[in-house]
């Protein structure tokens, strides 16, 4: 098991940064390829980035490109989502996701642990 714990949201204005943290404790996530889902009010949660355990590959949807890094500390167990120059459409809940596999997945059935969330609040 491997229980995930999402930190650093809030409410920032338009152009603002935020960097969020997942800390995961049970296991150490150096062989679990780690994710960043949001979901917006009314909307379907949405893959923003991913990072691979095999390299620490990383891959992110287009609309956060160039805006959005994803990394990972396996010393710290803890993975990271720097987000810069947000957007008022950047607003949503932030989740962590793990899995095993080997490569990025994109989709949120293919995660297997999931963190609580965190508030992301971008104000034009």
């Known amino acids: 098991q491997v229980q995930l714990v999402e930190s650093g949201g809030g409410l920032v204005q338009a152009g603002g940064s935020l960097k969020l943290s997942c800390a995961a404790s049970?296991?150490?996530?150096?062989?679990?390829?780690m994710g960043w889902f949001r979901q917006a009010p009314g909307k379907e949660r949405e893959f923003v980035a991913g990072?691979?355990?095999?390299?620490?590959?990383?891959y992110y949807r287009n609309s956060v490109k160039g805006r959005f890094t994803i990394s990972r500390d396996n010393a710290k167990n803890t993975v990271y989502l720097q987000m810069n120059s947000l957007k008022p459409e950047d607003t949503a809940v932030y989740y962590c996701a793990a899995n095993s596999a080997p490569s990025i997945r994109t989709t949120s059935n293919e995660y297997d642990y999931w963190g609580q969330g965190t508030q992301v609040t971008v104000s034009s």
């Open positions: 990072i691979s355990w095999i390299g620490s590959k990383t």
């Open positions: 049970g296991r150490t996530i150096s062989s679990y390829t």
